[in-house]
């Protein structure tokens, strides 16, 4: 049987005090993206904006979204993708918390996205890469600091008649 003095039994208490919120930061930065994906898929493009920081950092496909700030580039997504069905999947995080307000990440992604058939339309594709990020704590809650989005692959996905629900074809 092990015997703790005070301090040591203090000390351990810490310990696990610390490796708890750690991993509960983890989840909550888990959860941070896993809306992200969703509020995409759903076309919630007001919230989807204010899951980054104000001064958020945002790279996709080597092009720079930075200055339109999280909101703003929320609703340009919104206008590209309108009502076209979309699907977004993230795997296999690898999360490191940095210190009590921030983190960083590396997501593997999966996107489905085709857009509106239509002259000068956009080309569906099938996407696959990852997502490096930065998250910081604001107001006790995890946001997007940074994101930078590559994407591997794109395999063509043929695009749908903007007369027909995009979801049954009809």
């Known amino acids: 049987?092990?015997?703790?003095?005070?301090?040591?039994?203090?000390?351990?208490?810490?310990?696990?005090?610390?490796?708890?919120?750690r991993l509960?930061?983890?989840?909550?930065?888990?959860?941070?993206?896993?809306?992200?994906?969703?509020?995409?898929?759903?076309?919630?493009?007001?919230?989807?904006?204010?899951?980054?920081t104000s001064d958020a950092k945002i790279i996709a496909q080597g092009q720079d979204f930075s200055e339109m700030g999280g909101i703003a580039y929320g609703k340009m997504i919104g206008d590209l993708v309108g009502r076209a069905p979309t699907v977004h999947h993230g795997h296999m995080p690898e999360i490191e918390i940095i210190d009590k307000n921030n983190a960083k990440g590396i997501w593997s992604?999966?996107?489905?996205?085709?857009?509106?058939?239509a002259e000068n339309a956009y080309p569906?594709?099938?996407?696959?890469?990852?997502?490096?990020?930065?998250?910081?704590?604001?107001?006790?809650?995890?946001?997007?600091?940074?994101?930078?989005?590559?994407?591997?692959?794109?395999?063509p996905l043929k695009n749908w008649n903007p007369n027909t629900d995009p979801v049954t074809g009809k």
């Open 1 to 21: 049987m092990s015997v703790y003095t005070d301090q040591q039994l203090l000390d351990k208490i810490t310990k696990l005090e610390e490796k708890y919120q």
């Open 24 to 52: 509960e930061d983890i989840e909550q930065i888990k959860q941070l993206r896993a809306r992200y994906f969703r509020f995409v898929d759903e076309k919630k493009w007001t919230e989807f904006g204010e899951l980054f």
């Open 109 to 117: 992604m999966e996107d489905l996205l085709t857009f509106p058939d």
């Open 124 to 155: 569906g594709h099938n996407g696959y890469g990852q997502y490096r990020e930065t998250y910081r704590r604001v107001d006790g809650v995890w946001k997007i600091s940074s994101t930078e989005l590559f994407r591997f692959r794109m395999d």
